[in-house]
């Protein structure tokens, strides 16, 4: 069969354009005449990945790049395809990583293999990464240099504030005053100096009269090395002296001594004995502590009644005042009144005073701005001594006062009425 030469001419651009198409695609590295496997990746960005861009793996190029589209969800992931020439698979965990393949910056794909017993099936999306570029890593790499060039920053512009605060006008005016003192002292430690070299060459003749007393003194202690032996002998037998007693005798009757003296205190803490009875009994301080009272009374009484006790018809030996404890005559006046003045005082004092708890009823007088406490009611003079003895306890000045019909009375008349 003849061809017409319009069908051969047809044939051959048919053929010319697949020749073309070939050389085109095995310029990009694709080859229809060999079997390749495609597989996905989704990155967030490429950083310059273009298509046509080498795969490579342990440093050889093993595919390439056919594609590059956004993905479907329109988040801004890209979807790159790759093919790899051969039946190579590529295990499961492995990665597809961005990186720089050359000082240009020219990017490729690097597969990171990962061993495993599953691998990924052609069309499958593996996952992906992408290195850090030269700004990124030169910024990881300067990064610490900065944080302590801050830190250097800070600690020079407090060091710099410390020493503006320390060189100020105050802090170098004291630091002149400093040095102004201590030129000072070093002037006065010169003259000190020279005040003492002046003492040395002025009072040689005496220093050395001194070292030679001393040289003299030794000379004697030398010469009186056997009277200090003797001493020292003297000293060795009373020592010996000491030693030869017997101390245990000594420790045994001391000891015999301070038991019977503890045995003596303890029957007087037990009230045994005379002087236990005397230190323990308390009626017996009673007794005592009334006897003193008593004394106390009839001296006062001798004192303010001496004819009483003492009589002289040529002298007047004090008042007429004769307190006689006994009781009232029947028939007597019955409007005299004796009380106890137990206190005066300026300013007013609170009848349930601590002091006043020991007296049953005690009556405030205020005569002329001055306020008087008396106690007791009564005309029986035995009575009424009892409770100026309780008064004197408390109130050493208290005294026995007369009252007829509310209006103070002499005392000796009162006594007198009352009974004496």
């Known amino acids: 069969m003849k061809l017409s030469k319009y069908t051969k001419l047809g044939l051959l651009i048919v053929f010319s354009f697949a020749i073309f198409i070939w050389g085109m695609n095995y310029l990009k590295g694709i080859d229809f005449f060999k079997k390749n496997t495609t597989y996905n990746v989704v990155y967030e960005r490429i950083d310059g990945l273009l298509e046509s861009s080498a795969v490579m793996m342990s440093g050889y190029q093993v595919g390439l790049v056919k594609s590059i589209d956004f993905s479907e969800k329109n988040d801004g992931s890209l979807i790159v395809s790759f093919s790899l020439e051969g039946d190579f698979r590529i295990p499961r965990g492995s990665t597809a990583r961005i990186v720089s393949s050359d000082i240009m910056g020219t990017k490729s794909i690097k597969l990171q293999i990962i061993p495993s017993n599953s691998y990924y099936q052609p069309g499958d999306t593996i996952p992906g990464s992408i290195e850090e570029d030269l700004k990124e890593q030169v910024s990881m790499q300067v990064l610490p240099l900065k944080n302590k060039a801050e830190q250097l920053l800070a600690s020079l512009d407090s060091a710099i504030t410390v020493v503006t605060y320390i060189f100020n006008a105050e802090a170098r005016k004291n630091l002149s005053e400093s040095f102004t003192r201590i030129n000072q002292t070093i002037l006065n430690l010169e003259t000190a100096s020279n005040e003492i070299s002046e003492l040395l060459v002025s009072e040689k003749s005496n220093l050395s009269g001194i070292i030679q007393n001393m040289n003299e003194l030794t000379a004697n202690l030398n010469e009186n090395t056997d009277d200090f032996s003797n001493i020292v002998s003297n000293f060795s037998s009373i020592s010996d002296s000491l030693a030869a007693a017997d101390m245990a005798k000594m420790v045994v009757e001391l000891r015999s001594s301070a038991e019977g003296i503890n045995s003596i205190i303890a029957k007087v803490n037990a009230g045994e004995g005379s002087a236990g009875k005397l230190l323990s009994d308390e009626e017996l301080y009673s007794n005592l502590t009334e006897m003193s009272q008593s004394l106390d009374f009839l001296l006062k009484d001798i004192?303010?009644?001496?004819?009483?006790?003492?009589?002289?018809?040529?002298?007047?030996?004090?008042?007429?005042?004769?307190?006689s404890p006994q009781?009232?005559?029947?028939?007597?006046?019955?409007?005299?009144?004796l009380r106890v003045h137990l206190i005066s005082s300026p300013t007013r004092l609170s009848l349930e005073n601590s002091i006043f708890n020991d007296f049953e009823q005690v009556e405030e007088v205020e005569v002329s701005g001055v306020y008087s406490y008396l106690t007791g009611n009564t005309s029986d003079i035995a009575k009424i001594m009892k409770i100026h003895t309780e008064a004197k306890v408390v109130f050493p000045d208290a005294s026995i006062v007369a009252f007829k019909n509310g209006r103070n009375v002499r005392l000796e008349k009162a006594l007198k009425k009352l009974g004496n």
């Open 327 to 337: 009781a009232t005559k029947p028939g007597t006046e019955d409007d005299y009144q």
């Open 303 to 323: 004192r303010n009644n001496p004819k009483r006790y003492v009589h002289f018809s040529a002298f007047d030996l004090g008042k007429n005042v004769y307190v």
